[in-house]
């Protein structure tokens, strides 16, 4: 079963930039969809950004302009890079394809 691991979470202020990264077990990672999701407190989990195995990309509104996804099919990564963050980016941030969500990564922006 194929399994996720993120990490790169942390505490910046506004304004500032985080790199997520998303480690991938088995040999199949160059063909999935993955996307990364994040769930603040009180709030449904949400898409922020997805990309196929084209490298064709897909961001929600909110996050458009300010962060992207990437993916090294060598290095069975997934990547996500945040810039100009702001107080309500503030969340766990989970990679996702096929198989179980992982941990995910707490992502904190002070104002």
């Known amino acids: 079963q194929v399994q996720f691991v993120e990490s790169g979470g942390g505490l910046v202020q506004s304004g500032g930039s985080l790199r997520l990264s998303c480690a991938a077990s088995?040999?199949?990672?160059?063909?999935?969809?993955m996307g990364w999701y994040r769930q603040a407190p009180g709030k449904e989990r949400e898409l922020v950004a997805e990309?196929?195995?084209?490298?064709?990309?897909n961001y929600a509104t909110s996050v458009k302009g300010r962060f992207t996804i990437s993916r090294d099919n060598a290095k069975k990564t997934l990547y996500l890079q945040m810039n100009s963050l702001k107080p309500n980016d503030t969340a766990v941030y989970y990679c996702?394809?096929?198989?179980?969500w992982g941990q995910g990564t707490q992502v904190t922006v002070s104002s």
């Open positions: 990309i196929n195995k084209f490298g064709v990309t």
């Open positions: 088995g040999d199949m990672f160059s063909i999935y969809m």
């Open positions: 996702k394809g096929p198989g179980p």
